[in-house]
T-cell receptor, first 115, second 113 residues
């Protein structure tokens, strides 16, 4: 069965430091991977996705993610964190290679950036 | 910009009531989805639709039904609300033109007493 795991419930980082939010996946066939962010009292916003091609994907707000097939990971990164990056982050994977829309979401990681 | 709107931000209902949650998107997207979001569980897919009058069950359809009479509108129905349906409900839409990226509404926080 397809699944996605976010092993950390919360990540704390000081402003200006690099941040990493971890995601690992399990799918049969090729994975289609997404990151979304949820700010307080808001819906989810798309950050970036990996479908095929370059393993390093760049997205909105200076975020990037690296697809690592051997480690089945798709970690979200940012070189220098901002307080405004504090939010809930979700990793998602497609469960159906013929319908990339149908996503399985992780449980979410709360990022807290301290001034 | 894609806009997905949901009829209510907050809703309080009583056990046994019939509840309608409405979702409207303005970008002519073919695909629409209903999720519920619970702490520690992430988002779970309830139902989705790839076309008008078409629906497919997601991972947790029990206790819910949906209706899609028009392309832009996707309704989630709780036939007889129960306390375990207290949750945040999120609607999303997508299309091939959007590169399969799902766009989400602001969510409806439903409390069933």
């Amino acid at each position: 069965a397809q699944s996605v795991a976010q092993p950390e419930d919360q990540v704390n980082v000081a402003e200006g430091n690099p941040l990493t939010v971890k995601c690992t996946y399990s799918v049969s066939g090729n994975p289609y991977l997404f990151w979304y962010v949820q700010y307080p009292n808001r819906g989810l916003q798309f950050l970036l996705k990996y479908i095929t091609g370059d393993n390093l994907v760049k997205g909105s707000y200076g975020f990037e993610a690296e697809f690592n097939k051997s480690q089945t990971s798709f970690h979200l990164k940012k070189p220098s964190a901002l307080v405004s990056d504090s939010a809930l982050y979700f990793c998602a994977v497609s469960s159906d290679p013929y319908n990339t829309d149908k996503l399985i979401f992780g449980t979410g990681t709360r990022l807290q950036v301290f001034p | 910009d894609v806009k997905v709107t949901q009829s209510s931000r907050y809703l309080v209902k009583r056990t046994g009531e019939k509840v309608f949650l409405e979702c409207v998107q303005d970008m002519d997207h073919e695909n629409m989805f209903w999720y519920r979001q619970d702490p520690g569980l992430g988002l779970r897919l309830i139902y989705f639709s790839y076309d008008v009058k078409m629906k497919e069950k997601g991972d947790i359809p029990e206790g819910y039904s949906v209706s899609r009479e028009k392309k832009e509108r996707f309704s989630l129905i709780l036939e007889s609300a129960s306390t375990n349906q207290t949750s945040m409900y999120l609607c999303a839409s997508s299309s091939l033109a959007s590169g399969d990226t799902q766009y989400f509404g602001p969510g409806t926080r439903l409390t069933v007493l």
